[in-house]
């Protein structure tokens, strides 16, 4: 069984500090993780995901994402935010061995203030 | 790359009714997904398709489902003898995989069910 969670249902920030949206997952073989945006009447869209390698991973946007296996996390962090970055934010799991189904969040609404 | 399009935006259907949505993917891929988003909620896997074949099928989706792809292009998901639970934004997504599983997923806006 796969799961994910995203223990904030609201992160709020100000325009130009660093932001962080969590994310822990539970697999229970390796995991390929990924983090999708939803704007408002807009299907999600892709923004980075982790197969292997170097822990932190580049995505879109100037976003990036950290891989911490022994806290089974992939948190997303940008270091400047925008008003434009304001969106539902949903993590997402894989198992490797999972061909098919990838595991959602329940998503972060992230507002971004002027 | 037109992107994953979905059919209708919106469905309206009284209880009992039965509902057919349809997914164009992006033409070369092989792979498509369907999955269910409740207000609150991130997307619940339904099922998933590798060309024509049906190859996995959520144990919570009821016998009142069923999908399918044809010649491994577009699909159709059909919901017989709608119950009010069953009002949700379904989604439709596509990908080029391989033997890999760690392809991204391009999704469509979704068809917003409404069952009064």
Redesign the interface.
Known sequence: AQSVAQPEDQVNVAEGNPLTVKCTYSVSGNPYLFWYVQYPNRGLQFLLKYITGDNLVKGSYGFEAEFNKSQTSFHLKKPSALVSDSALYFCAVRDQLSIGKSTFGDGTTLTVKP | DT??SQDPRHKITKRGQNVTFRCDPISEHN?L?W?RQTL??????LT?F?NEAQ??K?RLLSDRFSAERPKGSFSTLEIQRTEQGDSAMY?C?SSL?DRT??E???????TQLSVL
């Open positions: 992107g994953v792979r997904y999955y609150g909620q991130g997307p619940e896997f998933y590798q190859l996995e959520s989604l997504a995989g599983t760690n991204k997923l391009f999704f469509g806006s979704g």
